[in-house]
Each structure stands twice: as C-alpha cells, then as structure tokens.
C-alpha cells in the first residue's frame, strides 16, 4: 500500500501520469475484493476489507474528476480536487494493515499452514488462500494503530443514504438509440402500489460499496452498488421480459441489462450495469433466479461492481430505493 499512496501523490505532481494511477487503483479494488471473498480471512475483518474497497473508491472518482477538470481547463476547481485527493490519502484513505496468519495446528494441519503460523503480509495481494480444503486457518488483519480517528468502518448503522433524487435529476440521461422508443411513448401510472407477498431475490451477494440516494459529483445514485469479482453471475430479480442487452449506454453503465417486469397490473424495470458480458436478448420471457449476465468493471467504474436500479415504470421512470423489492 506504501507504493500505492507514494504513486497517487506523484501522480497529482504529474498529470499526465494519472492513466496508470487509476489503473493502479482499480487492481488494488480487486485484490481488497478477492480477499473479502477469501474463506481464510476472520469474518469480523471483513469490515477493514470493505472499508479499504470503498476509501480506494472514493480516492478514484477524485482522481477521475480531477483528470476531468483538467482536460476541460477548469484549472481553480482542478486544484481544489487535488487538494481532497492529498487530504484523503495522507488521512488514512490508504491504509497500512497488517495481515497475521494464524494456523489451526491440529491434526487437520499441513506444513504448509504450519510454516506460515505468525506470518505477517504487509500487502493485502499477498494473502495466500487456503491450502486444502480441511483447513481452518485464518488470516487476522491488525489495522495500524497511527491511523486517522476519523476513519471509520462501515455498518449498516453508518448508512444515512435516505435522500430521495429529484425527478429533474433522475431524467439528465438520455435511452440509448438501439432501445424501442414504444413503452417510452406510452408512460405507465406512477401512483405507488402494494408490493407482492413473496420479496424479489437480490441479483447476486457481495457487500453493498454504493447506496441509493448517495449524493456524486454530478448527480444523486439511482440505485446499489455490489461490490463482486468480475465473472460473478447476475441474477434476474424477478420474473420478466427482457427490455434491452447491449453495450449501447450513454449514461456510463458500459455492458448493461434492461428487464421489465409486471406487477399488480404496474410496469416495474431492472436494470444491471457495469457487466462483463450478458447471455440473453430483447424480447426474451426471463425466470426469477435466471442468470442473464457475469458482473464486471465496464463503463464509468472504479472497480469491478454490479448497479442496480429498480424504476417504477418504463425505462427511464422514477428510480426508487431496491430494497422496496428487495432487502440487502
């Protein structure tokens, strides 16, 4: 992580450098994440993990914003940028843990679990999983004790993302050209309506790294972030049709699902950005559970993570909180 924060500074001095920085920090997030799914590391570190994921992410999207201002000459805002970025990294946004293995030594113990008993790894990419599948070793992560105060590992009690987005705000983006315009032209009742007895199923597991409602540099989150490795299989939430599958999105979310679903006699979308590939077409009758993409790190991403937004409507209705549908 030393090389990590030394490269983000330098960066900052140089900013024709930022390209492999962000680069840089994008590998960091998929280490963090591997290791979150790692069996080997204590379930109650995993919070240190999740915190280091979403420091480094926050790091990112100030890192591609000040690139942003400086190419568009915005050289007063730029600067400003680089001050927060300085201010993070230097307060703890790029943490020095350490990660302690600790072997089981029993009978199930091999020597390879054995030689690393009270082994420190200084780099998260470091952790070995482990050996055979028997093993109950673990990996305790001891956080740096000369880290800012300030720093805080994410809870649920931490989340105050209650925030509602206008609907000025939610209608900025544009449908892609390769989407029928037919269900745009013929808005459905946006009169709120009972959800069914049985909860739609979350698309797929891994930590919540986005909320909705969370306040960005351009606009208000329309949905979850899941952080999960490239490949993770998405789940259709519900029953349904699919709307659009494609790579045409102006909105960032790069290889992306559109599903509509009907409910009580309502139109309710999902919709799945950020995906690796996807493995169905418009017009297609989709099942609950179904897999119809692999999660990714396409479009305006900082690390690899499935959005979600759940509209009530057609597609570029009202984005409403998922867990209306759903609970995470």
Not at 51 to 59: N, P
Not at 155 to 169: G, L, R
């Amino acid at each position: 992580m030393a090389n990590l924060k030394q490269k983000i500074l330098q960066s900052l001095k140089n900013s024709k450098q930022l390209e492999p920085t962000l680069n840089a920090l994008s590998k960091s997030q998929k280490n963090l994440l591997k290791n979150y799914f790692n069996p080997v590391v204590n379930n109650k570190d995993k919070d240190k993990l999740l915190k280091s994921y979403t420091d480094l992410q926050d790091i990112c999207k100030s890192v591609y914003r000040y690139n942003t201002l400086q190419e568009h000459n915005y050289s007063k805002d730029a600067q400003e940028e680089k001050g927060n970025i300085e201010t993070k990294v230097l307060k703890g946004g790029v943490s020095y843990n350490k990660y302690v293995w600790h072997s089981e030594n029993s009978e199930n113990t091999c020597d390879i679990c054995k030689s690393l008993d009270g082994q420190e790894f200084d780099y998260y990419d470091e952790i070995p999983e482990r050996p055979h599948p028997n093993c109950k070793c673990t990996v305790e992560i001891v956080e740096d004790t000369n880290l800012d105060d300030n720093s805080k590992t994410y809870t649920k009690e931490n989340d105050n993302t209650t925030k509602v987005p206008s609907e000025s705000q939610n209608n900025q983006t544009s449908a892609p050209q390769t989407i029928s315009k037919t269900l745009q032209q013929n808005p459905v009742s946006q009169t709120p309506q009972q959800i069914q007895p049985q909860k739609w199923i979350k698309p797929c597991n891994g930590p919540i790294v986005g909320h909705y409602g969370e306040p960005r540099s351009t606009h208000v989150h329309n949905g979850i972030d899941i952080a999960v490795p490239i490949g993770t299989p998405i789940k259709a939430v519900a029953d349904g049709k699919v709307y659009y599958a494609g790579a045409n999105d102006p909105n960032g979310y790069g290889k992306y699902v559109i599903i509509t679903h009907t409910l009580n006699g309502k139109i309710i979308t999902s919709e799945y950005g950020h995906l690796s590939s996807w493995n169905v077409q418009a017009g297609q009758s989709i099942k609950q559970g179904q897999i119809i993409a692999k999660s990714g790190n396409t479009g305006h991403s900082q690390g690899p993570h499935l959005h979600i937004t759940i509209r009530e409507g057609t597609y570029k209705g009202i984005p409403v909180n998922p867990n209306k549908y759903f609970n995470y």
